[in-house]
T-cell receptor
């Protein structure tokens, strides 16, 4: 079974400071990892993903994430936070080696989300 | 949200009524998904489909039904059998590829009166 943990319900950061939103995962094989952002009453927007290769993945809006296999983590980071970054952030995982769902659709498992609050 | 539309944005239902949520995509994606979002619980998979006229139950399919008559469309019906239907419903689509990203629609907020 695959699972994702986001240990912090909320992260508070001052504008201009670096931010980190934590994510750890559990899979039996190798992971595909994703970060999404959700603004109030909106759908999820894709930020970035790790499939293979460089452990540091760069994504949209200046966000990046670092894949750490030994710590089974995929923390989201940004060097300088903006007030407009305030939103709900979700980490998701798919086991590369898990059996596919019927046909070729495959299942993403989401964390419970971390609310990022950036203040002036 | 581009490429995936959901309607209506807000929906109110009386107890005992069935309601249908619309999801349309113009991304030419084979796979489509329905998720339910409740506060503090993340997203849970209701149904998914990877080809026309085929769909499969996800983790919480009880009280829901779907159809996939066209590649572009994947409507979700919330039936009266769903005990606690008040939630935010999200539709997503992707290519039929394990590495591919799921893209989400803007969501429908369903409230039972």
């Amino acid at each position: 079974a695959q699972s994702v943990a986001q240990p912090e319900d909320q992260v508070n950061v001052a504008e201009g400071n670096p931010l980190t939103v934590k994510c750890t995962y559990s899979v039996s094989g190798n992971p595909y990892l994703f970060w999404y952002v959700q603004y109030p009453n909106r759908g999820l927007q894709f930020l970035l993903k790790y499939i293979t290769g460089d452990n540091l993945v760069k994504g949209s809006y200046g966000f990046e994430a670092e894949f750490n296999k030994s710590q089974t983590s995929f923390h989201l980071k940004k060097p300088s936070a903006l007030v407009s970054d305030s939103a709900l952030y979700f980490c998701a995982v798919r086991d590369m080696n898990s059996p596919l769902l019927t046909g070729t659709a495959s299942k993403l498992t989401f964390g419970t989300g971390t609310r990022l609050q950036v203040t002036l | 949200d581009g490429g995936i539309t959901q309607s209506p944005k807000y929906l109110f239902r009386k107890e005992g009524q069935n309601v249908t949520l619309s999801c349309e995509q113009n991304l030419n994606h084979d796979a489509m998904y329905w998720y339910r979002q409740d506060p503090g619980q993340g997203l849970r998979l209701i149904y998914y489909s990877q080809i026309v006229n085929d769909f499969q139950k996800g983790d919480i399919a009880e009280g829901y039904s779907v159809s996939r008559e066209k590649k572009e469309s994947f409507p979700l019906t919330v039936t009266s059998a769903q005990k606690n239907p008040t939630a935010f419903y999200l539709c997503a689509s992707s290519r039929a590829d394990r590495t591919d990203t799921q893209y989400f629609g803007p969501g429908t907020r369903l409230t039972v009166l």
